[in-house]
């Protein structure tokens, strides 16, 4: 089997899977739906992927402001994590069978196109609802009182739909680019590392949003007798990330031009399993074709996220709560460690955005499972050092009586800061490595990348039942799940870089 990610035609792969028995598959699955050219442009490639900028803004504001929110609706901090249980769930189902649909999809707009548009129509609606979550909840009932019932079925009624739009979306302009990047390895990792570089620009975008306190002033019609200056600034931001959602979707759906499906039939071998063979069947029935390599790539995978997912649940959380020593709806100290963690998160896009325009280079000189690796080893330092912040700032005896110091503050943003780096791996690297080594197995882009969404959501689902429990178990603090990550993110490290190969990428020989 091959693990080396050069160029295919570097050495012959033709009759590498002939021994297989042949995958029930849809006409041409891999690229049918792109119009038939040379050489996809880079600019094109760049628009397609700036939709990842509007669907990202809505995750900065959602990772920023949305935990502490559902604080400040009533919800308790041990049952946080089993709110953000929704993306993975819905990731687990909605990712692969959207991705398989797209790859099936008779559209005379495309197979991609019409996924992207629909998940960004529901994002906007699911945002709306979420802002409005209390005056729907004081609409039927909730009034003054430190739990707000109503309130919370609405929210997490938005939350889930959101998140089921986000896998609507992100996947199929991911499938996208594959497509259009057709076999050649580089400008898939190109293609990847523009998507990584708009989920940077959105990020930043989202946190600086999310960190200005000032929107209530700009929107004053959203400050209501439900809903006070917190919840006026959350609704407020996602006003804006309505109008982003919706020009960054349209700048990506115009700028690909697919070829329908039904179009290429005649060209087709075979008949579609769409019709022959569940899905569920035909998913699970791809992994027994899977090499060695790609299972080593989704154990990396479900790793990694390990690692990262308590972060992401609790990374302003934690500054409020262990930082700035505050507490939901019990002074200023709080709201003031959000708005500094969101800070953090806004710097945290820059390495991320800057380590995205670097990534080609990066894996072409060291390899992609090198670099994925050392990555992971950053990401475990860091959690580890938030661990380290935490027991400082607890034993230097400042917290319920003053401001934290500044050296502990800076110290708080610079680690939130550098997890940047190893963000953009995660959110490149891998779907590059799988794009490449799937291709031969002759899955359609959309079903592949569901394939490592399984392995993106299993664990998330496994810490968000777990990381709230386990922080009751020690103290109600963050670092239970913290120390579960950095050890998830140590081993994903340590495989990536003893099983994937460092292969430098040679730059390809042209054909005679």
Same mark, same amino acid.
């Given at each position: ?70 604080? +400040? ?27 398989? @649909? ?36 004081? !609409? ?18 938005? *939350? ?29 990792? #190109? ?12 990020? $930043? ?39 982003? $959602? ?11 031009? +697919? ?18 063979? !569940?899905?569920?069947? +035909?998913?699970?029935?791809? *992994?027994?074709?899977?090499?060695? @390599? #790609?299972?080593?790539?989704?154990? %990396? ?9 308590? *972060? ?36 945290? @896009? #820059? ?31 860091? *959690?580890? !050092? ?22 502990? %503050?800076?110290?708080? #943003? ?99």
């Amino acid at each position: 089997m091959s693990t080396s990610d050069q160029p295919r035609h570097h050495r012959p792969t033709r009759n590498r899977h002939q021994h297989l028995p042949p995958l029930p598959r849809p006409p041409n699955p891999s690229r049918p739906a792109v119009a038939a050219r040379s050489k996809i442009p880079k600019r094109v490639l760049l628009r397609v992927a700036s939709v990842a900028c509007g669907i990202q803004f809505g995750w900065a504001l959602q990772l920023s402001l949305l935990t502490p929110y559902v604080q +400040e609706l009533g919800i308790p901090h041990a049952w946080a994590s089993v709110i953000w249980l929704c993306g993975p769930l819905s990731g687990l189902f909605v990712q692969p069978l959207v991705g398989h @649909s797209s790859d099936r999809c008779k559209s005379k707009y495309g197979r991609r196109r019409p996924f992207i548009v629909a998940g960004a129509v529901v994002i906007a609606i699911s945002v709306l609802v979420i802002g409005h979550a209390a005056d729907i909840g004081w !609409a039927f009932g909730d009034r003054e009182g430190r739990i707000k019932p109503r309130a919370i079925v609405a929210f997490v009624l938005g *939350f889930w739909i959101l998140d089921v739009a986000n896998n609507m979306t992100q996947g199929p302009c991911r499938a996208l680019l594959a497509d259009l990047t057709e076999n050649d390895n580089r400008r898939t990792r #190109v293609a990847n590392g523009y998507f990584s570089l708009f989920m940077a620009v959105g990020n $930043i975008l989202g946190y600086a949003t999310g960190s200005y306190n000032g929107w209530y002033k700009v929107f004053p019609f959203t400050k209501t007798v439900a809903c006070n200056v917190e919840c006026a600034n959350l609704k407020s931001a996602f006003y804006i990330d309505v109008v982003f $959602i919706a020009i960054t979707t349209i700048l990506s759906v115009s700028a690909a031009h +697919e070829v329908p499906l039904g179009a290429l039939a005649s060209d087709a071998h075979g008949q579609s399993s769409g019709t022959d063979e !569940a899905f569920l069947t +035909e998913i699970l029935g791809t *992994f027994k074709y899977f090499p060695g @390599s #790609v299972w080593i790539i989704l154990l %990396v995978t479900a790793l990694t996220w390990i690692g990262w997912f308590p *972060f992401i649940l609790f990374d302003t959380d934690w500054m409020g709560r262990e930082i700035y020593g505050g507490e939901p709806n019990q002074g200023a100290s709080y709201s003031a460690g959000v708005s500094m963690g969101a800070l953090g998160l806004m710097l945290n @896009s #820059v390495f991320l955005g800057i380590t995205s325009v670097l990534m080609e280079k990066l894996c072409r000189k060291w390899g992609a499972g090198f670099v994925w690796g050392i990555s992971n080893i950053i990401m475990a330092i860091c *959690f580890l !050092a938030m661990i380290a912040t935490s027991f400082v700032a607890y034993h230097i005896g400042y917290i319920g009586h003053e401001q934290p110091p500044a050296g502990i %503050v800076i110290a708080a #943003v610079l680690i939130f800061t550098v997890l940047g780096i190893p963000l953009a791996i995660t959110y490149s690297v891998p779907y590059a490595l799988i794009s490449i080594r799937i291709e031969s197995l002759g899955l359609g882009q959309g079903l592949s990348l569901g394939v490592l969404n399984l392995a993106i959501v299993i664990p998330q689902v496994i810490v968000s039942v777990g990381s709230g429990p386990w922080d009751q178990l020690f103290g109600g603090g963050n670092s239970a799940a913290l120390a579960v990550g950095a050890g998830a993110g140590f081993i994903g490290g340590i495989v990536a870089i003893l099983a994937i190969p460092r292969t430098r990428i040679q730059k390809p020989i042209p054909l005679p």
